[in-house]
Structure formats: C-alpha cells, structure tokens
T-cell receptor, first 116, second 114 residues
Framework: AQKVTQAQTEISVVEKEDVTLDCVYETRDTTYYLFWYKQPPSGELVFLIRRNSFDEQNEISGRYSWNFQKSTSSFNFTITASQVVDSAVYFCALSEANQAGTALIFGKGTTLSVSS | DTGVSQDPRHKITKRGQNVTFRCDPISEHNRLYWYRQTLGQGPEFLTYFQNEAQLEKSRLLSDRFSAERPKGSFSTLEIQRTEQGDSAMYLC????????????FGPGTRLTVL
C-alpha cells in the first residue's frame, strides 16, 4: 500500500537556523512522483517541488534543497537560513504513475514555526 | 487571477442540509481533483475528473457525495444530508495531463456542520 510518513509533527527554530523536514514513503511501484507542498496560515497549498523516481539528483532552489534517496525511501527537505515567512505546514506527497488519475497521497504534515 | 478558484470560501450549515461547492480550475487544465482536509491532517483524495469524465472515486466518497464536471470546465461537489463529520476543508486542484500531475490547488471551501 502507498503511504507517506512525516514523523515530525512540529518543529520550532529561530531565524537563520537550518531545518530539515523528513519524509519517508512506501510504494510498490517502480515509477512514482514525490512532491512537497507548503500550506501557510492562509490555507492555500503551494507547490514547491516534484521529483520522479528515476531522478535521484538532489535539487537546490535558493534556500530550499531536497535530498531524494531511494535506498531509504526518503525525500527530505531542508530550509537553509530559515525566515519567519517560512512558518507554515509542509506536506510531502506521493503519486504513482500507473494509477489512473495519479491522486496525491499526502503525509500528515510538519508544522514549522520560525521565530525572530 | 488565473489560479484555481473555489466558491464559497466558507459555508456553515445545519446537519441534514444539502450543500454545493464550486471549483473553477486553471483554464485549459483537463484534470480536476477534489480533496478533503480535516484539522491536523493532510488532504485526502475524494475524486478526479479528466475533462468531463469522472474516472476515479475514493472510498471516502459516500453515496451522500456527488461531483460533476458537466462541460469539462468547472466542477461542483454536492453533499446531501450533511453530518457533523463532514466538517472539513474541501480542496480543489487542477493539472495538465502532460505535466506529470503537478497539481495546483485552490484556496478551499471550509465547511462547518452544526
């Protein structure tokens, strides 16, 4: 069965600290996609990144970086030099390519609080 | 604004009443999804359309729920005989088939059933 686990329910950091959000997934498919979404207090989910299962290259986008490791079924997200505006709930999600509709399966989310 | 829009943003109703929500996807997006999010949880998939065809429904979608996308553009989600357990945020997302399901979400409709 497909499953996404975000073991960290809440994380609190002080501005400028680096923080890593963990994501572990389960799937039987060999072709799948992994996503991270941000949900700020306003409530609207904001797409951050999509990664397919054949691309294990790490990615960096500004202060954000993602580490995908198939060997440990993990897709972790690191924010460098965190800022107050990074405070939000972050969701990791999985979709499987051979499923009709490729509905996203979300984890329960990690609430990140960044204080000044 | 060319993003996904949803209406209404908030709905308060009494148990037993019917409610209907509307979602307008990003123009030309042929896939449209409905999700439900309860407090402290991630969104859970309800149903999905490709153009006007409803191709998949979750077990979460009881027979009190019905969704339509009559012309392959906007979609409606109706809940009949609402129950307190239906209180949640209902999210709509859209995507293009060719973009490997990069789904763009709307702001959601928050339903409160009293």
């Amino acid at each position: 069965a497909q499953k996404v686990t975000q073991a960290q329910t809440e994380i609190s950091v002080v501005e400028k600290e680096d923080v890593t959000l963990d994501c572990v997934y389960e799937t039987r498919d060999t072709t799948y996609y992994l996503f991270w979404y941000k949900q700020p207090p306003s409530g609207e989910l904001v797409f951050l990144i999509r990664r397919n299962s054949f691309d294990e290259q790490n990615e960096i986008s500004g202060r954000y970086s993602w580490n995908f490791q198939k060997s440990t079924s993990s897709f972790n997200f690191t924010i460098t030099a965190s800022q107050v505006v990074d405070s939000a709930v972050y969701f990791c999600a999985l979709s499987e390519a051979n499923q009709a509709g490729t509905a996203l399966i979300f984890g329960k989310g990690t609430t990140l609080s960044v204080s000044s | 604004d060319t993003g996904v829009s949803q209406d209404p943003r908030h709905k308060i109703t009494k148990r037993g009443q019917n409610v209907t929500f509307r979602c307008d996807p990003i123009s030309e997006h042929n896939r449209l999804y409905w999700y439900r999010q309860t407090l402290g949880q991630g969104p859970e998939f309800l149903t999905y359309f490709q153009n006007e065809a409803q191709l998949e429904k979750s077990r979460l979608l009881s027979d009190r729920f019905s969704a339509e996308r009559p012309k392959g553009s906007f979609s409606t989600l109706e809940i009949q005989r609402t129950e307190q357990g239906d209180s949640a945020m209902y999210l709509c997302a859209s995507s293009l088939v060719l973009t490997e399901d990069e789904q763009f979400f709307g702001p959601g409709t928050r339903l409160t059933v009293l």
